[in-house]
Nanobody
Framework: QVQLVESGGGLVQPGGSLRLSCAAS????????MGWYRQAPGKQRELVAN???????NYADSMKGRFTISRDNAKNTVYLQMNSLKTEDTAVYYC??????????????WGQGTQVTVSV
């Protein structure tokens, strides 16, 4: 069982910054893609950004230029640096990872979510 643990959420004023972290643990052989999704109240979960093992990144249009995703493969950790935050960025942010575990089976796991609130 691969577990993902997020940290770094909180309350921030508009225009502020936050950095989210997500660490994967368990019988991991390799992780192909790690990413962040978010879900605001009453809305569907949406992709924020993801990153491959080769550091190829993909962002949702509304996050381009404000958010930066990165990963530390040695630590099985993915980060999301969020700058110029807006009230509409308020949501629960979920980490996602997929890859292969040590029994050569594929896995796809979600974190428990971390709340980000952007408010005056």
């Amino acid at each position: 069982q691969v577990q993902l643990v997020e940290s770094g959420g909180g309350l921030v004023q508009p225009g502020g910054s936050l950095r989210l972290s997500c660490a994967a643990s368990g019988p991991i052989f390799s992780i192909s893609t790690m990413g962040w999704y978010r879900q605001a109240p009453g809305k569907q979960r949406e992709l924020v950004a993801n990153i491959t093992g080769g550091d190829v990144t993909n962002y949702a249009d509304s996050m381009k230029g404000r958010f930066t995703i990165s990963r530390d493969n040695a630590k099985n950790t993915v980060y999301l640096q969020m700058n110029s935050l807006k009230t509409e960025d308020t949501a629960v942010y979920y980490c996602h990872a997929k890859g292969i575990i040590q029994t050569w089976r594929r896995f796809a796991s979600w974190g428990q979510g971390t709340q980000v609130t952007v408010s005056v």
